[in-house]
C-alpha cells in the first residue's frame, strides 16, 4: 500500500523542501512565487481536463473570482487574510456551480461557453457602475495585508494541496471512475458511476485551487486590476504548461510549468519574438510526436525496464 504511494509523497516532498529552501539561494521570489502559482493552476486544470477530458477555455474566471473574493472579504469586512483567501476559494466554487449547466455542452461547445462566462464576469468586475462594490476598472489596493513572505508561504501551502489532491485522483477509486468517463461516458455510466456527480466534484476541487491561487495572488500583489486577474495569457499558459508537461499525470504538470515558464524568464520577457517562435515549433513538435507530454517518456522507459 505505501509502495502505491511512494512516487506521490516522492513529488510532494521534493516540491515542498525545494520552495521552501531556494529563496535563501535565489533572490528573485516574485517569480519563484509566480511559478509555484502556475503550478497549482496547472494541477487544478489538470484536475479537470487531463482526468475527465474537459478542457475549459475560461479557467481564468475562477482564478479572477478568488482575487476579487478575497479583496471584497478584506476591504469590506475585515475579514483576516487567511479566512479571506479560503473566502475567495468558495466564491470561485459558487461560481463553477453555476457554470455547471455547461456539462451539458462537450468538446469545443463547452470549452467555448466557458470561455464566454469568465469573460462576462470579467465584465461584470471592471464595470464603472460597479465601483462601489469592485471598484469596477480603477482596480483593488490591499496596502493593509501587504506581506509576501506570509503570501508565499501560503501559495506554497496551495501548491502542496493541488498537487497531493491530483495524486489521490491518480490512485484513487474514484480517480479511476473519472478516467473511465474521460474514455466513454455512456460505458461508465452502463458500469454504475454516477457520471454527473463525478464531474461535478472534480469540476468544483478544480475551481477551489484556482480560486486559492488567485485571493493569495491578489494578496502578493495587494494592487491589481480586472485585466490582471482575468487575463486570458494565464489560462494559455497553464493549458500549454500541462500539455507539456503531460495531462493526467501528477508529475507532468509540475515539469511542464518548471521548464516552460523557466525559459519563459530567461528568454521570453528580453527577446519575446525568438520565444513565441521557438514556443510555437516547440508545441506543434510535442503535439505530433509526443501528445501525451514529457512525462509519457518515464512511462515508457518504466515499462520497458519492466520487461
Known sequence: MLK???PSLAILAVTGIGFALVPLAYSNQFLLFN????MALAQG????????????????????????GAAMAISFWHWPVLLAVLGGGLVAVLFGLLLTPLFRLS????????????EALFYLVANPHMTALTQGPYGINLPQVYDPNFAYGTMLAILLFAVAASAYLRRSRFGLALAAIREDTVSAS???????????VAWLLSAFIAGLAGATYGWYISVFYPETVFALSIT????VFVLFGGQGTVLGPLIGTLLLYGAYNVIGISNPQYFQLAYGILIVVLVLFLPAGLASLLRRRRATDER
Open 4 to 6: 502505491r504511494w511512494l
Open 35 to 38: 511559478m509555484m502559482m502556475y
Open 45 to 68: 486544470l489538470n484536475i479537470i481536463y487531463g482526468y475527465t477530458g474537459y478542457l475549459p477555455f475560461g479557467y481564468v474566471g475562477f482564478f479572477g473570482a478568488g482575487a476579487y
Open 107 to 118: 468538446g469545443a461547445y463547452f470549452s467555448i461557453a466557458n470561455l464566454a462566462a469568465a
Open 190 to 200: 452502463m458500469a454504475g458511476i454516477d457520471v454527473v456527480r463525478a464531474r461535478a
Open 236 to 239: 494559455v499558459f497553464t493549458i
